[in-house]
């Protein structure tokens, strides 16, 4: 009988320290949210100087006449770059060479060369196809604009 008092006693005091952290943790948390009252963006990290974003990407893209488009994205530390683009059997290959120019806000890239014209979100091991809005293509192939790092700069 004294060890069920005992538990049950034990158990109470267990969920009202329980109890109490919680609430102390809430005036925490009201208490930051009341002192910051603006949010302010973080410009020193950007996909441009924190991520390793130098080396080859691939992805099939979409293609309205045939299978896909076999695309391999070669970014270099020089701020250049060489793209190749294979249409599925179509025995059609596009290469091109060009500049990289990195957008301010550091996570976006246009890629301009003589037939190249697109730009790229930069993300940790991928790239993320924009329109020319700079939005992010949506629809049901969206995934297909996503081109995976292969391989890193030699």
Request: aromatic share 6%; hydrophobic share 30%.
């Amino acid at each position: 009988m004294k060890s069920s008092v005992l538990f049950i006693c034990l158990a109470a005091l267990s969920l009202s320290a329980c109890n109490q952290t919680k609430k102390e943790n809430q005036q925490v948390v009201a208490a930051d949210s009341s002192d910051h009252t603006t949010m302010t963006a973080d410009t020193v990290h950007t996909s441009q100087n924190s991520l390793d974003w130098p080396g080859k990407y691939e992805a099939t893209i979409p293609c309205a006449d045939c299978e896909g488009i076999k695309t391999n994205i070669t970014l270099k530390n020089d701020n250049t770059f060489s793209i190749v683009s294979e249409y599925i059997n179509k025995n059609t290959k596009v290469e091109d060479s060009g500049k990289v120019m990195w957008h301010d806000n550091g996570s976006v890239v246009h890629l301009t060369g003589k037939e190249t014209n697109m730009k790229l979100k930069v993300g940790e091991n991928r790239l993320i196809g924009l329109d020319q809005e700079g939005k992010e293509i949506g629809g049901p192939n969206a995934d297909r604009y996503i081109y995976n790092k292969v391989e890193g700069e030699k």
